[in-house]
């Protein structure tokens, strides 16, 4: 997904209805302080994904999937697709961990914050990751979030603050692993 600095949330499907994107619900994530990884919606709890500015202001924040984690990547490099391998094969010593987020239903969302929990979001699909750092489309054309079938239960969150693995290669990584 596209931002340009906004912050996104990572919840289940069954506290989306708490969530309505209104300026009093999004002030008050812009005033959590940088090592707070969730924040209480509803009777439940939605992850905290607040882009590194010292990766860009600006860019992707690519979705993937395997077996047993959900991983958001905010990379730089050139080639970009060597930024994105290199972040996704980080270890994930020494990540701050965040705290566990609960997904009952096995509906994991992932969105910007800015929106109500009550639009309609594709289903992740598996596809290839853009091969520059400026979308190849109009940035507005990007989705706004996206959906996950995962295993019912809670996700530890992992956060990888701005890394530079080389000189050419910088990244920011959030890892939800079952908890």
């Known amino acids: 997904m596209w931002t340009t600095g906004a912050q996104f949330l990572v919840m289940d499907k069954y506290f989306l209805y708490a ?5 009093d619900q999004v002030g008050a994530l812009s005033e ?11 009777t439940g709890w939605a992850a905290v994904v607040a882009t590194d500015g010292t990766v860009s202001d600006k860019g992707w924040l ?3 999937q395997n077996r047993r984690t ?3 990547v905010q990379a730089q490099g050139e080639p970009y697709s060597r930024a994105l391998g290199k972040a996704l094969a980080y270890p994930a010593d020494g990540d701050h961990m965040g705290d566990v987020v609960p997904v009952p239903s096995g509906d994991m969302y992932f969105f910007n914050a800015a929106l109500g929990g009550d639009s ?11 091969v520059s750092w400026e979308p190849a489309t109009d940035a507005t054309e990007a989705p706004t979030g996206l959906r996950f079938d995962v295993p019912r239960g809670d996700y ?21 692993t079952p908890a």
């Open 156 to 176: 530890q969150l992992q956060v990888r603050w701005m890394t530079e693995p080389d000189d050419e290669t910088c990244f920011a990584r959030w890892l939800f």
């Open 32 to 42: 959590l302080h940088w090592s707070v990884t969730a924040t209480e919606v509803g």
């Open 62 to 64: 690519e979705v993937f």
């Open 70 to 72: 959900i991983a958001i």
């Open 120 to 130: 309609d979001w594709p289903k992740a699909k598996a596809g290839k990751a853009p």
């Open 19 to 23: 969530w309505r994107g209104g300026d």
